[in-house]
């Protein structure tokens, strides 16, 4: 029963390639995010959706393309990948709404990307 | 200048000590501040909320120093569990979160 979940867990992938991560969520949450975690340790926000609106666009490259099927979902396409795009993806979510702040994120296991 | 900066460590510490964590953050408006808790390579969990007022939960203490735009983490008699990095988090809108990760400080504590 595991709350946020994302596939794959690791991604080794050739540069060039066209590759998507999935990420799903059981918590009924409103709000989902991916966020990126460099070999430096430092983990920055990509997006964030609230019931299927983008909500925060940071300044990622346009070769990241979230999709929202649904509230529960929240995947991750990445074109023409490269070699800096190396990095762990963390997907999470979050009961806030626009009408309820809230305190918590939780963030899914990762999925740890390698390009080569 | 980072939006939030932490000192990376690594703290070596034995059982039963008490470390301090402290951070800073440049956005004079951020709205709201927490601590999270990453293991080696898994997911950030939040570790506690930080009010002004101060809060505890167990062994561990946070403050929030917003004149000097402060944040820190006191952890009392230290377990070996404590090991892990502790990120300082803070929320730069009002609405929906934008959290702001500092790098994170390193805490080993030894038997």
């Known amino acids: 029963d595991t709350a946020v979940s994302q596939t794959p867990k690791y991604l080794v992938t050739q540069m060039g390639n066209d590759k998507s991560i999935k990420c799903e969520q059981n918590l009924g949450h409103d709000t989902m995010y991916w966020y990126k975690q460099d070999s430096k340790k430092f983990l920055k926000i990509m997006f964030s959706?609230?019931?299927?609106?983008?909500?925060i666009n940071e300044t990622v490259p346009n070769r990241f393309s979230p999709k929202s099927p649904d509230k529960a979902h929240l995947n991750l396409h990445i074109n023409s990948l490269e070699l800096g795009d190396s990095a762990v993806y963390f997907c999470a979510s979050s009961q806030e709404s626009y009408f309820m702040s809230a305190d918590t994120q939780y963030f899914g296991p990762g999925t740890r990307l390698t390009v080569l | 200048r980072k939006e939030v900066e932490q000192d990376p460590g690594p703290f070596n510490v034995p059982e039963g000590a008490t470390v301090a964590f402290n951070c800073t953050y440049s956005n004079s408006a951020s709205q709201s501040f927490f601590w999270y808790r990453q293991d080696c390579r898994k997911e950030p969990k939040l570790l506690m909320s930080?009010?002004?007022s101060g809060n505890e939960d167990g062994r561990f203490t946070a403050q929030l120093n917003r004149a000097s735009q402060y944040i820190s983490l006191l952890i009392r008699d230290s377990k070996l569990s404590d090991s892990a990095t502790y990120l300082c988090v803070v929320n730069m809108r009002t609405g929906f979160q934008k959290l702001v990760f500092g790098t994170g400080t390193r805490l080993l504590v030894s038997p």
């Open positions: 930080v009010y002004s």
């Open positions: 959706y609230n019931n299927k609106e983008l909500i």
